[in-house]
């Protein structure tokens, strides 16, 4: 059974910086793209960087120049670097991946059950 578990979410002042990690876990499968959203309350879940497993990366215009995706294959893990955050970016942040089913090579789509970002003085 696949599972994604992310991590490193919390508190931070305005204009500080945390980094997440999401962490694929289980077998028989190949990870192609992975990604990272967020919902605020109130609101839909939006994209907010996508990451290939050749490093191609696209981000939301909202976090584009702040934000910064990157993974590690060997180790399944994606990370998004978050740098002059702000208040709106206060939402719980969920991680996805589109995994390959190795043994019947269909498509699979997981998710993380997501970490709380605060961004508060």
């Known amino acids: 059974q696949v599972q994604l578990v992310e991590s490193g979410g919390g508190l931070v002042q305005p204009g500080g910086s945390l980094k997440l990690s999401c962490v694929a876990s289980g077998s028989g499968f190949s990870i192609n793209s992975m990604g990272w959203y967020r919902q605020a309350p109130g609101k839909e879940r939006e994209l907010l960087a996508a990451?290939?497993?050749?490093?191609?990366?696209n981000y939301a215009d909202s976090v584009n120049g702040r934000f910064t995706i990157s993974r590690d294959n060997a180790k399944n893990t994606v990370y998004l670097q978050m740098n002059s955050l702000k208040p709106e970016d206060t939402a719980v942040y969920y991680c996805?991946?589109?995994?390959?089913?190795?043994?019947?090579?269909?498509?699979?789509?997981?998710w993380g059950r997501g970490t709380l970002v605060t961004v508060s003085s």
């Open positions: 990451i290939t497993r050749g490093a191609t990366t």
């Open positions: 996805n991946a589109v995994m390959v089913v190795t043994t019947t090579l269909t498509y699979l789509e997981v």
